[in-house]
């Protein structure tokens, strides 16, 4: 491939999650995977759950700020602060956990803020109660509206059956945001979970637009973005001709490389990868042909 080919149009802003390259943000090899985003055009590099109170922000800061990269924390849900629980105190603990999450996006200069805030990531054993969508529509929503008060954007992630019942698909998500109460509060699209969800997914697409925040790109197998079942750069290519002008991501996940947690929690269970630097250059390639298809047609 050439340079040219490996590196993201200029005018797209692109984010990668940083467990496709290593698996802490507080390891030593953050810095060279951060060198690897730039080199290759990524404007952003998502983060795994951190915990917001022995998280160094300043110091992840620092090394985004010098390669003009910018850091995306995500937001996350605990059995014991969770915005659904029919517990007051369980769900005050968990919008708690929601303004800590913004805090760190704060601190790291990040104008988003990522994650599933509205329940647990788990398998689930049922549907999820009106009560529950409601509390935490409502919930999520008082974030979203403060997160654009301080100037970010608040999102969240639509997944699977098998690791929600509350939002699966992009017209649950549109409901999901109407019941929040908030005008700010964006959906999270990702290709990996639609390609188990959703019929279309360009259509998926097109229905949540006028709230879709963020696009990311992720295989069926959770790989790299050209060994599965997903047609990014089809995808890419339709998206950008259907109107979508926002943010895009890129995830793949190895066992290789993450944490035993994070294997568990995703289940992740062979290595799909061990070239994280490839996978990075593979997916800023597609990307690229995507962008320029849709110059094209």
Request: hydrophobic share 45%.
């Amino acid at each position: 491939m050439s340079p040219r080919q490996e590196t993201l149009p200029a005018d797209l802003d692109v984010a990668c999650h940083l467990n496709v390259l290593v698996a802490d943000p507080a390891s030593d090899g953050v810095e060279a995977a951060l060198d690897t985003l730039a080199a290759h055009g990524y404007r952003r590099v998502v983060l795994p759950p951190v915990d917001p109170r022995s998280f160094d922000a300043g110091r992840l800061r620092a090394l985004c700020d010098a390669r003009g990269i910018t850091a995306i924390p995500i937001a996350v849900q605990t059995p014991e602060a969770d915005v659904s629980s029919a517990n007051p105190w369980v769900r005050q603990a968990g919008s708690a956990a929601l303004r800590e999450a913004l805090d760190v996006a704060e601190s790291l200069g990040s104008d988003q803020l990522n994650g599933v805030p509205y329940g647990l990531f788990e398998r689930p054993v049922g549907e999820t109660p009106k009560d529950a969508w409601r509390r935490a529509a409502i919930a999520v929503g008082e974030v979203a509206d403060e997160a654009h008060a301080r100037g970010i954007t608040m999102t969240f992630e639509v997944l699977n059956r098998y690791e929600t019942a509350t939002v699966n698909t992009a017209e649950q998500a549109m409901r999901f945001c109407a019941d929040s109460g908030s005008d700010h509060l964006g959906i999270h699209l990702d290709t990996f979970h639609m390609a188990i969800e959703e019929t279309d997914i360009s259509a998926a697409i097109r229905t949540a637009l006028p709230r879709l925040r963020y696009l990311e790109l992720g295989q069926s197998g959770r790989g790299p973005l050209d060994t599965g079942s997903v047609d990014v750069e089809v995808i890419v290519s339709q998206a950008i001709a259907d109107g979508y002008r926002g943010r895009w991501g890129v995830e793949a996940f190895s066992a290789s490389l993450l944490p035993g947690i994070a294997r568990d929690s995703l289940a992740i269970w062979r290595a799909t990868y061990d070239d994280g630097a490839g996978v990075v250059a593979g997916a800023a390639s597609a990307i690229r042909r995507g962008a320029e298809r849709a110059g094209a047609s």
